[in-house]
Protein backbone atom coordinates (compact mmCIF):
# COMPACT_ATOMS: atom_id res chain seq x y z
CA UNK A 1 0.00 0.00 0.00
CA UNK A 2 1.31 3.38 -1.01
CA UNK A 3 1.70 6.34 1.64
CA UNK A 4 0.15 9.44 0.11
CA UNK A 5 2.95 11.28 2.35
CA UNK A 6 5.31 9.74 0.60
CA UNK A 7 4.40 10.22 -3.10
CA UNK A 8 3.69 14.02 -2.13
CA UNK A 9 7.42 14.25 -0.67
CA UNK A 10 8.98 12.12 -3.37
CA UNK A 11 6.99 14.42 -6.01
CA UNK A 12 8.58 17.38 -4.90
CA UNK A 13 11.89 16.12 -4.57
CA UNK A 14 11.42 15.18 -8.43
CA UNK A 15 10.16 18.77 -8.89
CA UNK A 16 12.89 20.62 -7.61
CA UNK A 17 15.34 18.64 -9.00
CA UNK A 18 13.38 18.99 -13.09
CA UNK A 19 13.18 22.92 -12.26
CA UNK A 20 17.22 22.85 -10.86
CA UNK A 21 18.83 20.24 -13.41
CA UNK A 22 22.49 21.67 -11.97
CA UNK A 23 21.64 21.03 -8.80
CA UNK A 24 20.70 17.49 -9.43
CA UNK A 25 24.19 16.93 -11.70
CA UNK A 26 26.13 18.57 -8.57
CA UNK A 27 24.43 15.95 -6.01
CA UNK A 28 24.91 12.41 -8.08
CA UNK A 29 26.85 13.36 -10.93
CA UNK A 30 26.60 11.23 -13.64
CA UNK A 31 24.16 8.50 -11.89
CA UNK A 32 20.46 7.51 -13.21
CA UNK A 33 18.46 9.82 -11.88
CA UNK A 34 15.90 6.73 -12.12
CA UNK A 35 18.22 4.58 -9.96
CA UNK A 36 18.60 7.49 -7.60
CA UNK A 37 14.80 8.20 -6.88
CA UNK A 38 14.26 4.86 -6.51
CA UNK A 39 16.67 4.77 -3.61
CA UNK A 40 14.87 8.11 -2.15
CA UNK A 41 11.35 6.04 -2.32
CA UNK A 42 12.66 2.82 -0.68
CA UNK A 43 14.41 4.96 2.01
CA UNK A 44 11.21 6.76 2.45
CA UNK A 45 9.26 3.59 2.90
CA UNK A 46 11.95 2.44 5.77
CA UNK A 47 11.83 5.97 7.59
CA UNK A 48 7.94 4.96 7.54
CA UNK A 49 8.09 1.53 8.47
CA UNK A 50 10.46 2.56 11.69
CA UNK A 51 8.25 5.11 12.38
CA UNK A 52 10.49 8.02 11.47
CA UNK A 53 10.00 11.29 9.29
CA UNK A 54 9.85 10.97 5.75
CA UNK A 55 12.09 13.76 5.22
CA UNK A 56 15.09 12.03 4.61
CA UNK A 57 18.05 13.75 6.56
CA UNK A 58 21.81 14.30 5.14
CA UNK A 59 23.10 11.01 6.63
CA UNK A 60 20.54 9.07 4.46
CA UNK A 61 20.83 11.44 1.32
CA UNK A 62 24.85 10.45 1.76
CA UNK A 63 24.23 6.81 1.92
CA UNK A 64 22.06 6.65 -1.10
CA UNK A 65 24.31 8.80 -3.23
CA UNK A 66 27.49 6.05 -1.46
CA UNK A 67 25.69 3.16 -2.47
CA UNK A 68 25.22 4.26 -6.24
CA UNK A 69 28.64 5.15 -6.86
CA UNK A 70 30.48 1.99 -5.33
CA UNK A 71 30.69 0.57 -8.37
CA UNK A 72 32.32 3.50 -9.74
CA UNK A 73 34.82 3.28 -7.66
CA UNK A 74 35.70 -0.47 -7.23
CA UNK A 75 36.32 -0.49 -11.07
CA UNK A 76 38.76 2.20 -10.73
CA UNK A 77 41.96 0.21 -9.83
CA UNK A 78 44.94 2.06 -8.67
CA UNK A 79 48.09 1.89 -9.71
CA UNK A 80 50.55 0.41 -7.56
CA UNK A 81 53.98 1.28 -7.07
CA UNK A 82 56.41 -1.88 -7.38
CA UNK A 83 59.35 0.40 -7.25
CA UNK A 84 60.95 3.30 -5.56
CA UNK A 85 62.62 4.67 -9.11
CA UNK A 86 59.98 5.81 -11.74
CA UNK A 87 61.07 6.56 -15.18
CA UNK A 88 59.25 9.33 -16.20
CA UNK A 89 59.81 11.65 -19.64
CA UNK A 90 61.45 14.28 -17.22
CA UNK A 91 64.01 11.59 -16.05
CA UNK A 92 64.26 8.85 -12.87
CA UNK A 93 61.82 10.19 -9.86
CA UNK A 94 62.78 8.93 -6.46
CA UNK A 95 59.86 7.76 -4.59
CA UNK A 96 61.20 8.10 -0.72
Do not use: H, S, W
Request: proline residues 2%; aromatic residues 8%; hydrophobic residues 40%.
Amino acid sequence: MKNVDIEIYLNQVITFFEKNPNDLMDLIGELQKDEFYLKLRQQCEKNVEEGKDITLTKEQMINIIVDLKIPDIVDKQEVAVNNIVQKTKFGEIFLN
